[in-house]
C-alpha cells in the first residue's frame, strides 16, 4: 500500500486442482505469498491482540507453511481451518487445499481476513462459533481435515464436536502451548481430563515446536504442533459418552484425593457404592485418576452406570420442549 510501509495482500494464485502437476516445495509455496509485515498491517487496520483472549497471532511464515503442510492434505480434500483470525495461516492452506472453510469467531478480523483471501476464490469464510455449527454442513460433505489455533480450554469441546460429527475429519493439525501438547500426548500416570478427552478419539503427536519469538505479540510460553490422527471408532466402548465424560471429570475435578473420594463428591454417590463399582471395575480405590488407562475408565464408567438416577418420567400431557438439557463436553 502506497505509503504505508505495508506490503501488498497476496496476488492471485490458482486453486489446487488436484492435476498431475508435481507438489511444490515449501519454499516454492512460500515464494507464491507475497511477504506481509504482520504487525504493521494489523495496527494499520486497528487490530490489537485482546490480552484477556490471550490473543498471539503467529506470524513466522516459514513455520505457517509447515503447519499446512501436516495437514498432509490429498487432492480432494478439503481443509475447515477454525479460528482463522486475520488469516496468516490460512492462505498457507489455500495454496494446499481444493476449498478452505475458514471459521472465525472474532468479527473483527472478518474484514481483514476477506481482504488477504481475496486472491482465492476457493475460501469460504463462515463467521461463527465452531460449536454451534455443524462440520459436514461446513465441508458439504466432502473428506476433509481440521486445523487449528485452538485455546486451551475448548480444546477437548472442540474435538469432542469433531470427532462426533457424522462425518470425523480425516487428520486434526493443532497449534497449542507447549505444555498443553505435552499433556495432550501423556500416557498413564501423567494422564488429564484433556488427554483423555483427546486419546479417545484419536492418536497424538507432537511433530513440530514453536519458539515464542515465532507469534506476535510473543506469548510467555514456547508452543508445539500436534497431529491427531482419528480413529474410525473410539479407542474404547464408552457406551454413553455423555455419561463416561461425566465420570472422567468426577474422577480428576480433586486431583490430590483418591479416587474414591474424588468420585463420591463429583457424582454425588454415597462412597460404599462408589468402593463397590472401583471393585467391580478390578481398581484399586486409593489410585489417582491421573494413572488410570482409557481401558479402566471405560470399565468403571460402564460399573457405575447403573448407579445414575432415572430422568423424572414426564407426564403424558405434559408439552415436550425443544431443547432438552444437555449434559456440557468436558472442558
Not at 100 to 105: D, K, Q, Y
Not at 218 to 244: K, R, T
Not at 255 to 268: F, V
Request: glycine share 8%.
Amino acid at each position: 500500500m502506497a505509503g504505508s510501509g505495508l506490503t501488498a495482500p497476496p496476488q492471485q494464485a490458482e486453486p489446487n486442482s488436484g492435476g498431475s502437476d508435481p507438489p511444490l516445495s515449501d519454499p516454492l509455496r512460500v515464494q507464491m505469498l507475497s511477504p506481509i509485515s504482520w504487525p504493521q498491517y494489523l495496527r494499520a487496520r486497528g487490530i490489537r491482540p485482546r490480552k484477556r483472549l490471550g490473543q498471539h497471532f503467529l506470524i513466522d511464515e516459514r513455520i505457517l507453511a509447515r503447519i499446512a503442510e501436516a495437514a498432509g492434505l490429498e487432492p480432494g480434500e478439503w481443509v475447515l481451518e477454525i479460528g482463522a483470525g486475520p488469516g496468516t495461516l490460512t492462505r498457507h492452506l489455500a495454496l494446499r487445499a481444493d476449498h478452505v472453510v475458514a471459521v472465525e469467531i472474532d468479527e473483527r478480523f472478518l474484514p481483514l481476513l476477506r481482504e488477504i483471501v481475496a486472491p482465492f476464490p476457493h475460501v469460504t469464510i463462515i463467521a461463527g462459533d465452531i460449536l454451534a455449527l455443524n462440520p459436514i454442513d461446513l465441508v458439504q460433505g466432502h473428506p476433509y481435515r481440521a486445523v487449528g489455533n485452538i485455546p486451551y480450554y475448548i480444546t477437548s469441546a472442540i474435538l469432542r464436536h469433531l470427532m462426533e460429527a457424522p462425518l470425523k475429519p480425516r487428520r486434526i493439525v493443532l497449534t497449542v502451548q507447549q505444555e498443553v501438547a505435552r499433556r495432550i500426548t501423556a500416557g498413564p500416570g501423567e494422564m488429564s481430563l484433556l488427554a483423555v478427552s483427546v486419546q479417545v478419539y484419536g492418536r497424538p503427536q507432537v511433530v513440530d515446536r514453536i519458539q515464542a519469538g515465532a507469534f506476535w505479540p510473543p506469548p510467555e510460553v514456547d508452543s508445539a504442533v500436534v497431529v491427531i490422527e482419528p480413529y474410525e471408532q473410539p479407542a474404547v466402548d464408552m457406551g454413553d459418552p455423555d455419561w463416561f465424560f461425566k465420570v472422567v471429570r468426577a474422577g480428576f475435578g480433586q486431583r490430590r484425593k483418591q479416587l474414591h473420594n474424588a468420585l463420591s463428591h463429583g457424582l454425588g454417590f454415597p462412597n460404599a457404592l462408589v468402593r463397590a463399582a472401583l471393585a467391580e471395575a478390578g481398581i484399586d480405590p486409593a489410585r489417582r485418576a491421573e494413572t488410570l488407562s482409557l481401558e479402566e475408565w471405560a470399565k468403571l464408567s460402564a460399573s457405575l452406570r447403573p448407579l445414575r438416577p432415572s430422568p423424572p418420567r414426564r407426564p403424558e400431557n405434559e408439552e415436550r420442549t425443544s431443547h432438552p438439557p444437555i449434559d456440557g463436553p468436558p472442558g
